[in-house]
């Protein structure tokens, strides 16, 4: 096995390979043929087809009390600061957030490189309370994911500034312990076996983030928590599967942060009307088989700081809701798209979603790695 720890060459400290690994494996939409039309903005005719087709479910009474607890747990996490001044290439994505999260399967490596600022004196460490372990002297380290599915707390600290990153690193209940489209008696359905036009954006997940109800309100990044993303189908079941894809959490981070500059306020969060969803509820809604949604890197979203009312703001400050507001909130995410890969973010799907007697106006956003366009 080649171990992927790098050494730490900021202080020119030369440890060796092996002490700077550490390894803890045992421890602890809308109709899209009816509304949109190609234009400049459909970049290809690819892209079209590959629009989300149907629509996210009836915002419910449920929708406006999830808000408003949402509300509550971001309102109590606002006082930390969100943005440190050091960098972590986690899973080979820059993450300066003072909290984020990785997925991994059971017993895979995960890489966290540190991109340690000038001037640093002390070294930064690694402490891993599920395991009991702390190191320190590393720029990087590769953690071997504990065998057991489930989620585990990592956390770098900059001893010379006090500033701290809290990583939640999910380990995902592999795929192929589904039986009959059945996870611990959580229904899946199937996915497609053939990746999209041989995208492998589009290849079968080989496990997803496993839920109980202890995990409610658990913040993933600043300004999202991991329930926010958990498919809208009805279950008896006590455990629930989902897949949220950090770029997709980073984009919509970045998106949260240049909403609220440009409106001159301070929104919570971004209400999540629809994310992840199993192939099972896809299909049952007829959406497209191979719908980002279901690989957990979508999201028809739209803000709802004002009233937290289970529909979209004012935010283009006409006096209505319209869905001339969601055509703002779909600028945003556009301009931030066109812009993505020089800030490290991928860049993605986004389509525009007017009211209907189901739901208000939305957006949809996705990082499926390539520009697409629709709705508008
Ligand atoms: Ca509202
Ligand atoms: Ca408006």
Same mark, same amino acid.
């Given at each position: 096995?080649?171990?992927?720890?790098?050494?730490?060459?900021?202080?020119?400290?030369?440890?060796?390979?092996?002490?700077?690994?550490?390894?803890?494996?045992?421890?602890?939409?809308?109709?899209?043929?009816?509304?949109?039309?190609?234009?400049?903005?459909?970049?290809?005719?690819?892209?079209?087809?590959?629009?989300?087709?149907?629509?996210?479910?009836?915002?419910?009474?449920?929708?406006?009390?999830?808000?408003?607890?949402?509300?509550?747990?971001?309102?109590?996490?606002?006082?930390?600061?969100?943005?440190?001044?050091?960098?972590?290439?986690?899973?080979?994505?820059?993450?300066?957030?003072?909290?984020?999260?990785?997925?991994?399967?059971?017993?895979?490596?995960?890489?966290?490189?540190?991109?340690?600022?000038?001037?640093?004196?002390?070294?930064?460490?690694?402490?891993?309370?599920?395991?009991?372990?702390?190191?320190?002297?590393?720029?990087?380290?590769?953690?071997?994911?504990?065998?057991?599915?489930?989620?585990?707390?990592?956390?770098?600290?900059?001893?010379?500034?006090?500033?701290?990153?809290?990583?939640?690193?999910?380990?995902?209940?592999?795929?192929?312990?589904?039986?009959?489209?059945?996870?611990?008696?959580?229904?899946?359905?199937?996915?497609?076996?053939?990746?999209?036009?041989?995208? &492998?954006? !589009? =290849? #079968?997940?080989? /496990?997803? *983030?496993? @839920?109980?109800?202890?995990?409610? %309100?658990?913040?993933?990044?600043?300004?999202?928590?991991?329930?926010?993303?958990?498919?809208?189908?009805?279950?008896?079941?006590?455990?629930?599967?989902?897949?949220?894809?950090?770029?997709?959490?980073?984009?919509?981070?970045?998106?949260?942060?240049?909403?609220?500059?440009?409106?001159?306020?301070?929104?919570?969060?971004?209400?999540?009307?629809?994310?992840?969803?199993? &192939?099972? !509820? =896809? #299909?049952?809604? /007829?959406? *497209?088989? @191979?719908?980002?949604?279901?690989? %957990?890197?979508?999201?028809?979203?739209?803000?709802?700081?004002?009233?937290?009312?289970?529909?979209?703001?004012?935010?283009?400050?006409?006096?209505?809701?319209?869905?001339?507001?969601?055509?703002?909130?779909?600028?945003?995410?556009?301009?931030?798209?066109?812009?993505?890969?020089?800030?490290?973010?991928?860049?993605?799907?986004?389509?525009?979603?007017?009211?209907?007697?189901?739901?208000?106006?939305?957006?949809?956003?996705?990082?499926?790695?390539?520009?697409?366009?629709? %709705?508008?």
């Amino acid at each position: 096995m080649t171990h992927v720890c790098k050494p730490f060459s900021h202080h020119g400290l030369a440890l060796s390979a092996s002490a700077l690994c550490l390894l803890i494996g045992t421890a602890a939409c809308d109709n899209a043929t009816g509304t949109a039309r190609a234009d400049a903005q459909v970049r290809d005719e690819a892209a079209s087809q590959l629009a989300e087709d149907l629509p996210p479910p009836v915002t419910s009474p449920e929708d406006t009390e999830l808000a408003r607890q949402e509300k509550d747990v971001f309102e109590a996490l606002a006082d930390q600061p969100v943005r440190l001044s050091f960098t972590v290439q986690v899973q080979d994505q820059p993450v300066n957030y003072q909290r984020f999260f990785a997925l991994a399967l059971p017993g895979e490596l995960v890489e966290f490189d540190i991109e340690v600022p000038p001037d640093t004196e002390q070294p930064f460490t690694f402490e891993l309370p599920d395991a009991g372990e702390s190191l320190t002297g590393e720029a990087a380290i590769a953690w071997k994911a504990p065998d057991e599915p489930g989620h585990y707390r990592l956390t770098i600290k900059d001893p010379n500034t006090g500033e701290q990153m809290e990583i939640t690193l999910f380990v995902l209940r592999p795929l192929d312990e589904k039986e009959d489209g059945v996870l611990n008696g959580y229904r899946i359905g199937e996915y497609e076996d053939v990746p999209l036009a041989g995208n &492998p954006v !589009y =290849n #079968k997940p080989a /496990g997803l *983030v496993e @839920y109980t109800e202890d995990m409610e %309100g658990l913040p993933i990044s600043p300004h999202f928590t991991i329930d926010q993303f958990l498919c809208k189908q009805a279950t008896s079941s006590d455990v629930k599967y989902l897949l949220v894809q950090p770029a997709l959490i980073l984009k919509l981070e970045q998106l949260l942060e240049n909403v609220n500059a440009r409106r001159g306020v301070e929104a919570d969060t971004i209400f999540i009307m629809s994310g992840y969803r199993t &192939p099972y !509820y =896809n #299909k049952s809604i /007829g959406n *497209v088989p @191979y719908s980002r949604h279901v690989y %957990g890197d979508a999201s028809d979203i739209y803000i709802d700081e004002i009233g937290n009312d289970g529909v979209i703001d004012d935010l283009n400050d006409d006096g209505e809701i319209t869905r001339a507001d969601a055509a703002w909130l779909y600028d945003m995410a556009e301009e931030l798209d066109n812009t993505a890969l020089d800030i490290g973010l991928r860049q993605g799907g986004i389509g525009e979603y007017g009211a209907n007697a189901a739901h208000g106006p939305f957006v949809h956003v996705d990082t499926r790695g390539a520009p697409a366009r629709w %709705g508008r």
